[in-house]
Each structure stands twice: as C-alpha cells, then as structure tokens.
C-alpha cells in the first residue's frame, strides 16, 4: 500500500478540502488579451434561463446538490438543483445555509487589516513582536503578518497533523475528530511540526496555519476572542443576517447534508454536517448563503468595510503558479484574483467535509456568482497521484462563465480546458 498526494501538474496546493474549480484557458483566444475592467466585465446581463440549465448540467453531471446566486448590477437570480438528502429526497434551495470553508479566511483578513488601519497592527513587522512565544527562534522574527495573509510564511499546514490517519491511507480521523474539539494553540502546533514549504517570504503555498495564527494575533491586539470580533466587526458591518460561527457541530438553520467522498474511499459518500469546526475556526469555519456571501464582497469591495489604503493592501497579489510556471491565479491577503476572458474578479473558495464553495466579484461588485455544493472530492485520483478532471468540474466551470461573462461566455465547446485546481493537503492511499 502507498500513499499519493493528489497534485495538479506536480504542484501539491493545501487547504481545507476543497477540490476547487478554476478556469483556465490555455486554448481559448481569449486567453491572451488583457482581462477587461469592472464595469466591462459586469455588463453582460443575466440569461436566466441558461443559468437555471448550468445548475441542472451540474447535477446531471453527478453532484447531489448545488446552489446559486448570481447578480448584475441591480439584478438577481438565484437558484437551486438536486437533493440535499439522498435518502429522503428533500429538495435543495437558494438560501440554505452552508459551511463555507476557506472563505472565512477573508473575514478574517478583514478583521486584521481593519487593525492595521487603526494602527494596531504592522502588515510587514514580525508575528513575534505580537505574539513573541508562538513561533520559536528566529523564524518568528522573519515571518511577518503579511506573509500570513499571502501564505507565503513557509509553515506547513496543520490537517495532516490533525487527522493522522489520512498519512497512513485512511479516513478514520474524519470519524474519530467528528466531536473533537481543537484549540487553535494545537492546530498552530501541528503547523508548526510539519515540514516548511520554504523560507520566510519565498514562495506561496497555502496553509490554513497562517489564518489560525491570524486568529490568535486578532485577539491579542483586541483583547477579544476572534470569532465574536469577526462577527461584531466585520459580519454585521457588511449587514450578514444568515452568517456565523456557529456554536455547536451543528448547522444553525436549513441546510443540505454534506455528503464526503474522499476520491472514492468513502463509498457510498457519507455525510458530515454535523462536525465540531473547531479544526477549522479562523481558517475555515464560518456558515453563510449565497446571498450573504455576495453582499460581504460587495460591500468589502465598495469600501465600506475597509478604507482605500488597506483594500489596496488586500489586493497587492503573489502569483499561484502550476509546476510549469503558468499563473493560475493572484493572491492577496485573504482575497485572490482570478483572470476570466470577460475580466479580472476578486473572491476565494472554500471547502470542509462534504461542502464546497465559490465567490467571485468584478471588482466593483456589479456582477457577482456564489455558488454552494454537498459532494466533495467526488473525483479520483490516477495512478500517478494525479487528480482527475471530472464531469461536474466541467459542468462547475460552465455555470460560473455564464453567471460572470454572460451569455456570450465561450463553453467547453468552445475551446476552454477546464482544470481541477486541488486546494486541500490529504493523504490518500491507493
């Protein structure tokens, strides 16, 4: 028995276990031109009837169930397709409430540099003059509060520390860590005892260990704990209703299952929405809705949530780059930009045991996608360690092309290769 990483094009990319659909296009014309401003971009209108077929390509394509909300301007559309229990049938809709994953991390962002603007905290000083005890020795001199919100610090990712059982090919720790609680001090400690992915500032790698430490330098400078901050300050700033930390594994309202697949070693996929996300807290752990999520970019965007200097600072990128050195996408501190042929937009994506999730904005928050679905890691893996592309990667990134770039947005047909962009650092056996 061995082990494989699932990697795209020899590039392992950790994060919180979401198999994320990003576009690329090496084929399509469109690729080479200069990505088009915001209004450009946000102008092409809502063919409601092509997104509702979009959602349901999804589904047919084999996932359980997905929601969306799409936005133009002062138009909405929202819908929904599928199941979110496969047993009783009960339909999914528009507003359930859903585990967002990594998109916390953004909240979390904006919390700290809503601290930065105040004068509390200094984006490029040392973790260790505010946290002097966290990260021993020198490394907590070199790494700075930057570098945790770029992922370019070099510490590693602490999931493979928390569930253990990943690294000798099995999903047992899923089960056993179902009503475990974690102190964020644990988590940064597995971080911490994993292998660094490079000095200080030399290259990006994503690791939820740097947002959990962003959690922890929240509440030094604050004196309050940071999930209740991140509410007051920056979720009912924006005016979220639906969002939260929840309190207990539970999912405070109606909601989908969150069925887990693990590239086939859960068979049938199993479901996970009831979980203690206290392995995710400030990296991963907040609930929304598509509509939510759609107004908290709007409003982070519009400048409301923070001044012009520190949403400057929030969308100063590093490049992602594949093995070959292809860009894949920017990213900022808590926010990345991805290049479409219809323009450039700002959002994350995010995903925990069985949900995964999609936000993308033109950067004046005129034209907006959302996107919520209950099957995670429903492809497989080849026997190189490769993870290969699926039906609904496809289906995915048809849907978020109509919903950003109109009705003109060129489709597979058209030339597109559509690339499953891992973001979770798993384990797997083969």
Not at 81 to 103: E, F, N, Q, W, Y
Not at 169 to 195: H, I, K, M, Q
Not at 246 to 275: M, N, Q
Not at 393 to 406: E, K, N, V, W, Y
């Amino acid at each position: 028995m061995t082990l494989a990483r699932p990697h795209h094009r020899g590039r392992t990319i950790a994060g919180l276990g979401l198999s994320a659909v990003l576009v690329t296009w090496a084929a399509a014309p469109a690729a080479t031109a200069a990505p088009l401003a915001g209004p450009a971009a946000a102008s092409a209108g809502l063919d409601r009837e092509a997104l509702r077929r979009g959602l349901d390509a999804i589904r047919e394509a084999g996932m359980y169930g997905a929601y969306s909300a799409v936005r133009d301007a002062g138009a909405d559309w929202s819908g929904a397709a599928g199941v979110a229990d496969v047993r009783t049938k009960r339909p999914v809709h528009p507003r359930m409430l859903h585990r967002v994953g990594s998109i916390t991390k953004t909240f979390t962002a904006v919390a700290l540099l809503q601290q930065a603007e105040r004068g509390k905290i200094e984006l490029d000083a040392p973790v260790a003059r505010y946290l002097p005890e966290l990260i021993p020795g020198e490394r907590g001199q070199k790494i700075t509060v930057r570098m945790l919100l770029n992922h370019t610090s070099g510490i590693g990712d602490y999931v493979s520390g928390a569930f253990p059982s990943f690294q000798q090919g099995s999903t047992a720790s899923l089960d056993d860590n179902r009503f475990r609680d974690f102190s964020p001090e644990e988590l940064v400690r597995f971080g911490l005892e994993a292998p660094s992915t490079g000095e200080p500032g030399q290259n990006w790698s994503y690791s939820n260990t740097n947002y959990i430490i962003a959690g922890l330098l929240l509440e030094k400078v604050t004196g309050v704990a940071a999930e209740p901050y991140i509410t007051r300050h920056v979720i009912r700033k924006a005016g979220l209703r639906d969002t939260s930390f929840p309190r207990t594994p539970l999912i405070p309202g109606p909601h989908s299952k969150a069925y887990e697949s693990f590239y086939g070693y859960i068979d049938p996929p199993r479901d996970y929405s009831v979980y203690d996300m206290s392995w995710a807290g400030t990296a991963g752990a907040v609930v929304s809705t598509m509509d939510d999520l759609n107004r908290f970019y709007r409003a982070l965007l519009g400048g409301r949530l923070l001044g012009p200097a520190q949403l400057a600072q929030m969308q100063t990128t590093v490049p992602v780059t594949d093995g070959e050195g292809n860009v894949l996408m920017n990213y900022g501190l808590g926010l990345y930009a991805q290049d479409l042929p219809c323009g450039r937009f700002w959002g994350h994506d995010g995903g925990v045991f069985g949900m995964g999730t999609f936000s993308l904005s033109s950067p004046d928050g005129r034209r907006q996608l959302s996107l919520g679905i209950n099957l995670m890691k429903y492809q497989r893996i080849d026997e190189n360690g490769v993870l290969q592309p699926h039906a609904i990667d496809f289906a995915i990134g048809d849907h978020m092309l109509q919903a950003l770039c109109g009705p003109a947005a060129p489709l597979a047909k058209g030339g597109r290769t559509l690339t499953p962009f891992p973001t979770q650092q798993v384990l797997v056996k083969r």
